[in-house]
């Protein structure tokens, strides 16, 4: 038998999400035998509990056991169990002729860390197959055959560390708003953005009238996450390697899909669904990584985003940046860059035209000048190159079965199963 990681178990498992499987085709142990021989793996017992009571698990025990054994992290792919014990009357176990005392284990899904967390068919969240959150219904787990999980360490990103030369966390900030307790970590984040801006020809006071904004909505941090949001993240949302583009994408189309009621910021500017600048999914932050190949989270790709926006703008719509008259000068995103102005007007214009919000821009203000006098003064750093791109895989997964269903309906030959 063939052996995957738990990682691809997880991924084959949550690409069925969408796809409208029904539960009376695909119950709990049908889908997660679907997915098995998604992965060229053989089925297992049908029945949860005869899944349960098998010798094809390896290893089995309660969920809290599993963290334990995973370092305190659940792995991909790892199966998940509900189990009613023997003094509970919605227990069946006798009337299935077990009575060996473990109770009657009626429901399994498939742990994936994508999404909601749980892939499962029927059972808590829905009657179909679907992404459902990972709560206390599921009380015991286990690991099949065929499903590497051995030596697997969970990968972490301390809070900050270094990606690409910018800081970045999941935390709220880098440091203070308060432009007195500027940290090494901000101003080393602050550089880039100057580096690559000036770069670009714009003027060093139209960039800190710019970084003046993000300094009061994301502390200069592009994995800045709406803090009031955060809760409704997956359960990993405190390890960024493990919210990939294609994990934020799909947590937009659930909780988000009408831009009128939700509000999710990301990123140096947080972009959110509401204002009109993003009413358009091509403007979303994680949608501009996946297209460009950056991870959401990468601060060069974000400014890369911006520039995109300021040459691709159709000055008159207010597609980004909404035109405004500041201090007696009008503002179009065409000439934001280059206009002779100071730090403070630039930096409400910045805030009016671009984040289209106001608030605090006596405080916007005085960052900006913060920057500029520091880019100006005598311990300047020098500008940051942009280092190489980090290889970035695009997501390409699809299911060893439908593609068989397809390449069978084009009339080709089956694939080899490997």
């Given at each position: 038998m063939p052996v995957v990681s738990g990682e691809f178990f997880a991924q084959a498992a949550f690409s069925y999400n969408g796809k409208g499987l029904t539960y009376d085709n695909y119950d709990?142990?049908?889908?997660?035998?679907?997915?098995?021989?998604?992965?060229?793996?053989?089925?297992?017992?049908q029945g949860s509990n005869a899944m349960w009571r098998s010798n094809a698990l390896l290893w089995k025990g309660t969920i809290q056991e599993a963290r334990n054994r995973f370092n305190n992290q659940l792995p991909p792919g790892l199966y998940l169990f509900h189990v009613y014990p023997d003094d509970d009357p919605r227990a069946d176990d006798q009337h299935y002729g077990y009575g060996d005392g473990i109770g009657d284990v009626n429901h399994v899904g498939i742990y994936t860390g994508i999404g909601l967390g749980v892939m499962q068919s029927g059972?808590?969240?829905?009657?179909?197959?679907?992404?459902?959150?990972?709560?206390?219904?599921?009380?015991?787990?286990?690991?099949?055959?065929?499903?590497?999980?051995?030596?697997?360490?969970?990968?972490?990103?301390?809070?900050?560390?270094i990606y690409r030369k910018f800081y970045v966390s999941p935390d709220d900030y880098l440091g203070s708003t308060d432009t007195?307790?500027?940290?090494?970590?901000?101003?080393?984040n602050a550089n880039c953005v100057k580096s690559f801006f000036t770069g670009e020809g714009?003027?060093?006071?139209?960039?800190?009238?710019?970084?003046g904004n993000m300094q009061y909505d994301s502390g200069i941090n592009p994995a800045f996450v709406m803090s009031y949001n955060r809760v409704e993240l997956p359960d990993n949302a405190e390890d960024l390697t493990l919210l990939p583009?294609?994990?934020?994408?799909?947590?937009?189309?659930?909780?988000?899909?009408?831009?009128?009621?939700?509000?999710?910021g990301l990123g140096l500017c947080q972009w959110s669904t509401t204002t009109i600048r993003n009413y358009l999914q091509q403007a979303y932050c994680v949608a501009y990584g996946v297209v460009s190949h950056y991870n959401w989270y990468d601060g060069w790709g974000q400014c890369h985003r911006i520039n995109s926006e300021r040459a691709n703008d159709m000055q008159g719509t207010s597609r980004y940046f909404r035109v405004v008259d500041v201090d007696g000068i009008h503002f179009s995103f065409a000439n934001y860059a280059t206009v002779n102005a100071s730090p403070e007007t630039l930096a409400q214009a910045w805030a009016e035209g671009y984040q289209q919000d106001t608030t605090d821009l006596d405080f916007r203000k005085q960052n900006a000048r913060y920057w500029y006098e520091y880019f100006t003064g005598p311990d300047a750093p020098e500008p940051i190159t942009e280092p190489d791109p980090e290889p970035y895989v695009i997501p390409t997964f699809e299911p060893w079965l439908l593609n068989i269903m397809k390449r069978k309906k084009e009339g080709k030959r089956k694939c080899r199963i490997i």
């Amino acid at each position: 038998m063939p052996v995957v990681s738990g990682e691809f178990f997880a991924q084959a498992a949550f690409s069925y999400n969408g796809k409208g499987l029904t539960y009376d085709n695909y119950d709990c142990t049908h889908f997660t035998n679907l997915v098995r021989r998604t992965c060229a793996l053989s089925n297992l017992s049908q029945g949860s509990n005869a899944m349960w009571r098998s010798n094809a698990l390896l290893w089995k025990g309660t969920i809290q056991e599993a963290r334990n054994r995973f370092n305190n992290q659940l792995p991909p792919g790892l199966y998940l169990f509900h189990v009613y014990p023997d003094d509970d009357p919605r227990a069946d176990d006798q009337h299935y002729g077990y009575g060996d005392g473990i109770g009657d284990v009626n429901h399994v899904g498939i742990y994936t860390g994508i999404g909601l967390g749980v892939m499962q068919s029927g059972g808590y969240g829905g009657s179909g197959v679907h992404d459902s959150q990972l709560t206390s219904y599921f009380n015991l787990a286990a690991c099949p055959t065929g499903i590497d999980y051995t030596g697997r360490v969970m990968p972490t990103l301390p809070n900050p560390t270094i990606y690409r030369k910018f800081y970045v966390s999941p935390d709220d900030y880098l440091g203070s708003t308060d432009t007195g307790e500027i940290s090494e970590m901000q101003k080393q984040n602050a550089n880039c953005v100057k580096s690559f801006f000036t770069g670009e020809g714009w003027t060093l006071e139209s960039v800190c009238g710019m970084l003046g904004n993000m300094q009061y909505d994301s502390g200069i941090n592009p994995a800045f996450v709406m803090s009031y949001n955060r809760v409704e993240l997956p359960d990993n949302a405190e390890d960024l390697t493990l919210l990939p583009n294609y994990v934020m994408q799909y947590f937009f189309a659930d909780n988000y899909q009408d831009p009128n009621t939700g509000d999710y910021g990301l990123g140096l500017c947080q972009w959110s669904t509401t204002t009109i600048r993003n009413y358009l999914q091509q403007a979303y932050c994680v949608a501009y990584g996946v297209v460009s190949h950056y991870n959401w989270y990468d601060g060069w790709g974000q400014c890369h985003r911006i520039n995109s926006e300021r040459a691709n703008d159709m000055q008159g719509t207010s597609r980004y940046f909404r035109v405004v008259d500041v201090d007696g000068i009008h503002f179009s995103f065409a000439n934001y860059a280059t206009v002779n102005a100071s730090p403070e007007t630039l930096a409400q214009a910045w805030a009016e035209g671009y984040q289209q919000d106001t608030t605090d821009l006596d405080f916007r203000k005085q960052n900006a000048r913060y920057w500029y006098e520091y880019f100006t003064g005598p311990d300047a750093p020098e500008p940051i190159t942009e280092p190489d791109p980090e290889p970035y895989v695009i997501p390409t997964f699809e299911p060893w079965l439908l593609n068989i269903m397809k390449r069978k309906k084009e009339g080709k030959r089956k694939c080899r199963i490997i």
